[in-house]
């Protein structure tokens, strides 16, 4: 069975600082990975994924995540963090098909 | 183009009543999910669809619950009797069948309150 385990239901950051959003899953196969935002009242929507090649991905909004295997991790970063970045992200696993296994989620503060 | 569209956004309901919840998914989309959100459990998918035909319902959480997919443009879940652990917002989501690239795209949910 596939999970995802995310580090820290909420993280603060101040406006222009580094935002690091940890994930760690666990797949028997070969995972795709993603990451998804989800603003209040609204549903979620894919930031980025990575499915196979180059492990540093590059999604919107300046967001980028890296596969690593041997650490069985995929952290969500962006060098400087925008107000309009807070919200809740959400990291998820398949095994290559579209049943998404979701973690419980991260909600982003970002200080002015 | 229109997104994923779900109805109703609020449901305030009675114990024991019956709550039917209704997503279009977006047209050529052939995969359909129906995801429960709470603050206890986080995401959970309840069951999905390839080509109105239901692939996985283990996580319908009992008798309860049912889904239909009638037609590729419309799905329907139902509560009944509905019961107040049922409070959570339900998303629909579609994508492409065998895209398999996970990039599911979610209606803005149906906020369920059930006292």
């Avoid at chain 1, 095994?95 to 973690?103: A, I, Q």
């Avoid at chain 2, 959100?37 to 239901?54: D, K």
Wanted: include cysteine; charged fraction near 20%; proline fraction near 5%.
């Amino acid at each position: 069975a596939q999970s995802v385990t995310q580090l820290g239901s909420h993280v603060s950051v101040s406006e222009g600082a580094l935002v690091l959003l940890r994930c760690n899953y666990s797949s028997s196969v070969p995972p795709y990975l993603f990451w998804y935002v989800q603003y209040p009242n609204q549903g979620l929507q894919l930031l980025l994924k990575y499915t196979t090649g180059a492990t540093l991905v590059k999604g919107i909004n300046g967001f980028e995540a890296e596969f690593k295997k041997s650490e069985t991790s995929f952290h969500l970063t962006k060098p400087s963090a925008h107000m309009s970045d807070a919200a809740e992200y959400f990291c998820a696993v398949s095994d290559k098909g579209n049943k998404l296994v979701f973690g419980a989620g991260t909600i982003l503060r970002v200080k002015s | 183009d229109a997104g994923v569209i779900q109805s109703p956004r609020h449901e305030v309901t009675e114990m024991g009543q019956e709550v039917t919840l209704r997503c279009k998914p977006i047209s050529g989309h052939n995969s359909l999910f129906w995801y429960r959100q709470t603050m206890m459990r986080g995401l959970e998918l309840l069951i999905y669809f390839n080509n109105n035909v239901p692939i996985d319902d283990s996580g319908m959480p009992e008798d309860r619950f049912s889904a239909k997919m009638p037609n590729a443009s419309f799905s329907t879940l139902k509560i009944q009797p509905s019961e107040p652990r049922d409070s959570a917002v339900y998303f629909c989501a579609s994508c492409p069948v065998g895209q398999g690239t996970g990039e599911l795209f979610f209606g803005e949910g149906s906020r369920l309150t059930v006292l």
